[in-house]
């Protein structure tokens, strides 16, 4: 499903975020990506999802060379790919779901349709009572798991995650792991940068040092 062979990513003016990272995973995993501040977690989930390319070695998803494909080909790429990023905001000015529903307006939808999965996504998360809501309404664990029914309301088979339980408590923290382990117990491919490995203690560890697999 992903393939990273000898992928290094050097960004301006020559920080060497990624060095000659190789590792596999296979479709319906759920795998965590740790190491320190800094180490490269951000920049590997980053080059899956085609938002930077390696400068050197490949990045391959679903046999893909995504650090190749053409501007063009990327949407179809995102299509099959949810992503719950820290700096990725959600609209203060829209409730819970309208913040859902916008991805599949923006490919489209056809409304009924549209209408039907943004409250399914809301449902898995537990946020179906609470869709009328206004984000700033929503306690952090709340507005977390909005995060990730908007990610996965186009229901991709690759769900990648940054630090998606930074900034909550430990029981939030708990309740929002277990959500990402629902998703792959239902087969979707689940990639999490994280540094708290007490989440996730099933889940196979890759572990980065200074842009290093350990
Ligand atoms: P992590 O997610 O593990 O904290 P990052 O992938 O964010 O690590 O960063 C890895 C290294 O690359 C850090 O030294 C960071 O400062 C650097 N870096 C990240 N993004 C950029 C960028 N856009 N431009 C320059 N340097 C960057």
Redesign the pocket.
Known sequence: MIRFDHAS?R??PG?N??ADVSFEVDAGELVTVG??????????L?LIAAI?RPTGGAVLVHGQNVGSLKRSAIPYLRRNLGVVFQDQKLLFDRNAFENVMLPLTISGFPPVEARRRVQAALDKVGLLERQKAMPIMLSGGEQQRLAIARAVVGRPNLLLA??PTAHLDADTATDVARIFRDFQAVGVTVLI?TYDNSLFPTARRLV?DH?RLQ
């Open positions: 990513k960004y301006p920080m975020a990624l190491g320190h501040s800094g180490a490269g977690k951000s920049t590997l980053k930077e940054d630090e940068a980065l842009g």
